[in-house]
């Protein structure tokens, strides 16, 4: 037995290893085809880090989403509409956002934790829609990217939302002047999405939560005989997936200072992708947050590779639907050699 999970955490190394040898290799590849070597600036590394930072950390819950064999389509609405009760709270009474000039440090943290509420309702929405009525999350979570992106173009009145500026867009995803300490870096949102990954990671690896969503994935039924409850975990992890999904409309807002009813489309494949990249099973029970970290990397390298290098957007698109079929199409490879 102690062979054999000598054994399990080595392949699970190797995986890792993998997966950077991959993140490394597209960086220098995007490196040489890049003119005058700009793909290996500091601010480009830097934009790399603030995009994939949105990725990643809605990757965070669509990774706990995905181990319990579920999906989760309506991340990139609900990003959307984080962004506009972020834009909204922050423009309260008007353009000059008088509540912002009174609360400069308070009013800010009350539009996060608006948006991360607007995203955890969402992902509570989706959670009891699938337990309740006994529906399939991909049905279920496809009807609610249209019914949230409508949510949000309402909410938004069709119109894009510029609040005063503020600390969230000077100092949470500005590049460079934004930076108040040497040792920072990065801007604080990528240090923000890291601190989240290590509390994701440990639930899942050191919480009764996180055993429960490994065993609901790994068989429900099963589960359910062992006491796991299937239902309120499922429902648990679709909130958390939609606070995730809250906390990466809030870092895209900071990037634009902007609440864009129509911004993140798509957003949703590439955090699947991510999730898939990482090593995420979609048949369930297996993934890794880490994982699914380095895959939204992956994919932030790869989109900002590609329009740096001229290609046309719907060869970026080709691209990254072809990287999805052939992760899927490992994982089916490695299911079945279990099997």
Not at 4 to 33: C, E, H, Y
Not at 53 to 66: Q, R
């Amino acid at each position: 037995m102690n062979a054999l999970t000598q054994s399990s955490k080595f392949s699970a190394m190797l995986n890792v290893f993998g997966r950077v040898a991959a993140l490394a290799v597209i960086f220098i590849g995007f490196g040489f085809i890049v003119p005058d070597f700009a793909f290996f600036t500091a601010g480009n590394v830097e934009n790399i880090l603030m995009q994939s930072a949105v990725y990643a950390m809605c990757a965070l819950g669509a990774t706990m989403v995905i181990i319990t064999a579920g999906i989760d389509l309506s991340a990139g609405s609900t990003i959307a509409l984080a962004m506009v009760i972020t834009a909204m709270i922050l423009d309260v009474d008007g353009s000059q956002g008088p509540m912002v000039q009174s609360y400069p440090t308070l009013w800010p943290i009350v539009a996060i934790a608006g948006g991360m509420l607007a995203g955890t309702c969402v992902g509570l929405t989706n959670g009891l829609l699938i337990t309740g009525l006994r529906l399939v999350p991909f049905i279920v979570t496809l009807g609610t990217l249209q019914a949230i992106r409508g949510l949000a173009k309402g909410v938004a009145d069709n119109q894009e939302i510029s609040p005063p500026t503020n600390w969230l867009y000077r100092q949470l995803m500005f590049p460079v002047q934004g930076r108040t300490f040497h040792w920072q870096i990065v801007p604080w949102g990528v240090w923000a999405t890291l601190v989240a990954a290590l509390f994701a990671a440990a639930l899942m690896r050191y919480t009764r939560l996180g055993r429960w969503i490994y065993a609901v994935g790994s068989n429900a039924d099963t589960a359910r005989l062992c006491g796991v409850p299937v239902l309120r975990t499922r429902i648990m992890v679709y909130a958390m997936a939609g606070a995730f999904a809250g906390l990466a409309g809030v870092l895209e807002f900071s990037k634009l200072n902007l609440g864009q009813p129509t911004g993140a489309v798509m957003y949703e494949l590439y955090v699947i992708a991510a999730c898939v990249i990482g090593g995420t099973s979609l048949m369930g029970g297996v993934g890794s947050i880490f994982g699914s970290v380095i895959g939204a990397l992956i994919i932030g390298t790869l989109n900002a590779g590609a329009q740096q290098a001229g290609w046309p957007k719907w060869v970026q698109e080709i691209v990254i639907g072809g990287i999805i079929i052939i992760a899927v199409a490992l994982d089916q490879l490695r299911h079945r050699r279990k099997v």
